[in-house]
């Protein structure tokens, strides 16, 4: 039994850890704070997005990813909904050593001197490394991106990803667009 409850208590702490990098995050990029970045990610971590904006390998390439994002934002607050977590990979020593997850939140941001509002969700693959967890891969997505002033409009539009000046399609929900959704139903049926 001591056994047992030794492992349950490691993946509750290893949880916590995880939902903690997250929130980690949100405050870097709210701070700014670039040289924060290989405590969120690993070395040869992947930034992408669904939307195919962004697609940087490697701490320097997202590095450079976040500054050229920064360059165009002004004040943010991101807030997190929550994190689904599923680990996936396991030591011989029983400790999980690799998870996906799924975090969703809204962001506030104002961008090239337009408020704006964000609806997004986070596909991540998470790594125990010797430092801790970090975020191994990450694919942003929207449901919604768009200057506050015209969300009520944008929302009943397939095309609600404005961050760039031109209407794009939304990244999901996945169903309006017939996308993949296995990884849920991989979640909703445990």
């Known amino acids: 039994m001591t056994a047992d409850l030794d492992a349950?208590?490691?993946?509750?702490?290893?949880?916590?850890?995880i939902t903690d990098l997250v929130l980690l995050y949100f405050h870097v990029?709210?701070?700014?704070?670039?040289?924060?970045?290989?405590?969120?990610?690993?070395?040869?971590?992947?930034?992408?997005?669904?939307?195919?904006?962004?697609?940087?390998?490697?701490?320097?390439?997202?590095t450079e990813t976040y500054q050229g994002r920064f360059?165009?934002?002004?004040?943010?607050?991101?807030?997190?909904?929550g994190t689904l977590v599923e680990f996936d990979a396991v030591e011989p020593d029983g400790n999980p050593s690799?998870?996906?997850?799924?975090?969703?939140?809204?962001?506030?941001?104002?961008?090239?001197?337009?408020?704006?509002?964000?609806?997004?969700?986070?596909r991540d693959r998470y790594r125990r490394t010797g430092v801790g967890w970090r975020i191994a891969d990450r694919v942003m997505s929207y449901c919604y991106y768009t200057p506050a002033d015209q969300y009520v409009a944008v929302m009943s539009s397939d095309e609600r990803n404005l961050a760039y000046g031109?209407?794009?399609?939304?990244?999901?929900?996945?169903?309006?667009?017939g996308g993949d959704l296995s990884w849920l139903r991989s979640l909703a049926t445990r």
């Open 98 to 122: 690799a998870a996906t997850g799924t975090t969703t939140g809204h962001a506030e941001v104002v961008r090239n001197g337009t408020p704006m509002i964000v609806g997004l969700r986070y």
């Open 8 to 17: 349950r208590i490691r993946r509750l702490e290893d949880r916590q850890a």
């Open 71 to 81: 360059d165009a934002l002004g004040p943010t607050f991101h807030y997190s909904h």
């Open 29 to 62: 990029m709210d701070e700014r704070e670039l040289g924060a970045l290989p405590r969120l990610f690993t070395d040869d971590a992947h930034l992408g997005s669904g939307d195919g904006v962004f697609d940087a390998t490697g701490l320097t390439a997202i």
């Open 166 to 177: 031109d209407p794009r399609p939304a990244d999901w929900p996945s169903v309006l667009a």
